[in-house]
């Protein structure tokens, strides 16, 4: 390559690292970042330079004190942002609260829909003939099966659990525990006769 070529590339190369000088330098400006943050840093630097080449000292706690408000108005900034997050997360608990009180009336409203169906269902079986309403029952599962009986007239109860297999209506009388399996196996459910 000759001199000329080598010459123009050098040349372009300085003016695109000028052009991105330039650049940065602005981009920096515009953000603010290099009037808050670098230029107090020069002029400190610069400060802590001046008195040692004989320099006043007044002018370093001058050139000291733009950099204590640009720390400042950074603090206020931060704390300012802090008491709006704080704003958010107090509005957002509030609307997740709102939420739950939600979920527990829907909760309780179908708590009370599922304790009527239940106590219908009572009387519908204890309105039935034994043996209909036995076969019919034999086929609930267990936890249904209890919350019906619990519920059926007593002496409805007494002439429809004689027709259901005693070991599942012992299992009534037992306390209440979670079973590895939850499910009744089928030969437990039966009808005898």
Known sequence: MNERGSAQIGG????????????????????????QQILPRLQARAASVAPAAGGEAPAAAEAGAPALGAQADSLRALRAQVRLEQEALAARSAELEGRIESWKALQQADDDAHARQIASLARVYSAMKPEAAARVLVRL???????????LEPRAAGKILALIDPERVARLARPARPSPGGAASSGETGVTS
């Open 12 to 35: 372009l190369l300085a003016v695109f690292a000028a052009a991105s000088l330039l650049l940065t330098a602005g981009l920096l400006w515009a953000t603010g970042i290099a009037r």
């Open 141 to 151: 599962d267990e936890a249904t099966f209890e919350q019906i009986v619990a519920r």
